[in-house]
């Protein structure tokens, strides 16, 4: 007999348990008090949404637990402020650790910026970085470091910190977070990058623009969403636009286009973008002005003409080696010379992007950073061509490790976020950003005080510079110039510890006026 006698399922259980509640409730209202019936408010619907629970078939965990499988949705949607508040150590958290959000928020809010009782990190980790120092240290007396962007091709050279806000449209940040970034580089005097969704109002609060090109034109687009040469020079020659960026790809997901849903295409984002209100507008993985190498060049030269010789260059995240060849072949064919070039790491950040493109395509910046330089040497473009890295720099050590590969300057654009007041909630791409900063919904983005944050990235800002300064003048580094890959070190392995030009082979790189192209 024990073995036909079947056990009552979980889910019955339940149900059981809710009708025997509902019964003993109806007996103590019918015996003891009327105010009993109020218990059925709860207890009736409970029993319906069991039933329910148990008829409909696409949650299994719902099916088998009724009303008790709700839980398991609960704790899923608290788990990363949980794991966040509560399990995270400050040395854990990703995308950024506990350690790199609060130097942002210390240093954007001008408080304490200095740990107590010695080092966090583990030296004898592979992967730890450090920087040699020098016993005689030097006093920098140009402490607002700065480079020209700008070759002899460019008639209107631009003076560029070396940190400025990276690539963020109108449209992924919200407008009160755009302009909080636009008037907070105008304090502090560093560049805004203005994303690929075009130059809107929020944009020209007194911050100097870095515009940026995406497939989509946005902006400088005709109907059909081919590029538009008089809508471009309109733009373009905006006294605030400083440069003009090209963007083939982007490090968060390389080869990968995007979409402008119709809910979010609103009439104020349809006429900044130059795109019908209401529709799903694409922007391809590639761009329609040019189908290659020689083309972009050409394409480059166009766009120059046409902002009456500001600086052009364009924004990358190294895939292929040999197309990065090609590019530097063709430079030198037509005598092109692109003015920067953004190595942009596939460490680097997005709204939304799907999880392979994430994790496994593109190049990371280190490695990509010096193949560049290398490249460049190889075809003695070095001189001419300004890089620029993207990808998670955060701290003077980040931007000096970045100077050290071959760099010029860099991008911040998460760094720059957490200084608004990002709480890295990885909300971004559901639209409700708990702090305003990547959300459309004004019940959100009204909550952020474009008064207090554009402070708030100014500080980050200067406090970060001053930053890479003091870590300069402790390395003997004089000025930009002297910063050297030789200082820079990472530890391989238990034994072995090896300098950044070892690791990269930069010190084998010779620096000439060679034309040696590798295209096959």
């Known amino acids: 007999m024990l073995r036909n006698h079947k056990m009552v399922s979980a889910s019955g259980s339940i149900v059981l348990i809710i009708v025997l509640l509902n019964v003993i409730v109806l007996k103590a209202a019918f015996i003891y008090n009327t105010v009993y019936y109020w218990f059925l408010l709860l207890l009736l619907p409970l029993l319906l949404l069991a039933v329910h629970n148990i008829k409909q078939k696409k949650h299994a965990v719902l099916r088998n637990y009724p009303v008790v499988g709700y839980l398991r949705y609960i704790l899923e949607a608290v788990r990363p402020e949980i794991r966040q508040y509560f399990f995270e150590s400050d040395d854990d958290g990703k995308p950024f650790n506990r350690r790199q959000r609060s130097i942002v928020y210390q240093r954007a809010k001008n408080v304490r910026q200095t740990v107590a009782f010695g080092m966090h990190a583990d030296p ?17 007396s140009e402490k607002n470091l700065r480079v020209i962007i700008g070759n002899d091709q460019c008639r209107q050279p631009y003076n560029m910190s070396i940190l400025n806000i990276g690539a963020m449209s109108y449209g992924a940040l919200s407008k009160t977070a755009i302009q909080a970034l636009n008037e907070g580089a105008g304090l502090g005097g560093f560049a805004h990058n203005t994303g690929e969704g075009g130059i809107s109002p929020y944009h020209l609060k007194g911050g100097d623009l870095i515009w940026q090109i995406g497939t989509g034109y946005f902006g400088c687009r005709n109907e059909r969403g081919n590029f538009d040469a008089s809508l471009f020079k309109l733009n373009a020659c905006r006294p605030e636009v400083k440069m003009i960026e090209l963007k083939l790809s982007q490090g968060a997901k390389p080869g990968h286009g995007g979409i402008l849903p119709a809910a979010k295409n609103t009439l104020e984002i349809s006429e900044i973008r130059n795109v019908p209100v209401n529709t799903t507008i694409a922007s391809p993985p590639g761009h329609s002005a040019f189908m290659n190498a020689e083309g972009m060049l050409l394409f480059i030269e166009k766009l120059r003409c046409l902002s009456g010789g500001k600086p052009v260059g364009f924004k990358l995240c190294i895939g292929g080696k040999k197309e990065f060849h090609q590019i530097c072949y063709y430079m030198r064919k037509t005598n092109i ?44 473009l070095q001189d001419q061509v300004k890089l620029i890295a993207a990808g998670k720099i955060i701290t003077g050590f980040d931007i000096l490790k970045a100077l050290a590969l071959g760099a010029s300057a860099c991008y911040s654009s998460r760094g720059m976020m957490f200084s608004l007041g990002c709480i890295q ?59 050297t890959v030789a200082s820079f070190f990472r530890k391989l392995d238990s034994l072995d510890t090896q300098s950044f030009g070892e690791i990269y082979g930069l010190n084998k790189v010779k620096t000439g006026k060679t034309f040696n192209p590798i295209l096959n």
């Open 425 to 483: 909630a990885l909300q971004c791409d559901s639209g409700k950003c708990p702090v305003g900063v990547a959300t459309q919904n004004p019940a959100l983005y009204k909550g952020l005080d474009v008064s207090d944050k554009r402070v708030r990235v100014a500080s980050f800002h200067t406090n970060t510079i001053k930053a890479t300064v003091e870590l300069m003048e402790a390395c003997g580094f004089k000025d930009l110039s002297h910063i």
């Open 124 to 140: 004898d980790r592979p992967g730890h970085e450090w920087v040699a120092h020098s016993i005689y240290p030097v006093t920098i």
């Open 337 to 380: 010379i692109p003015d920067f070039i953004v190595i942009d790491g596939a460490e680097g950040g997005t709204g939304a992007a799907p999880l392979e493109f994430t994790d496994n395509v593109g190049m990371p910046l280190y490695e990509a950073l010096t193949f560049a330089v290398k490249t460049l040497q190889v075809y003695g």
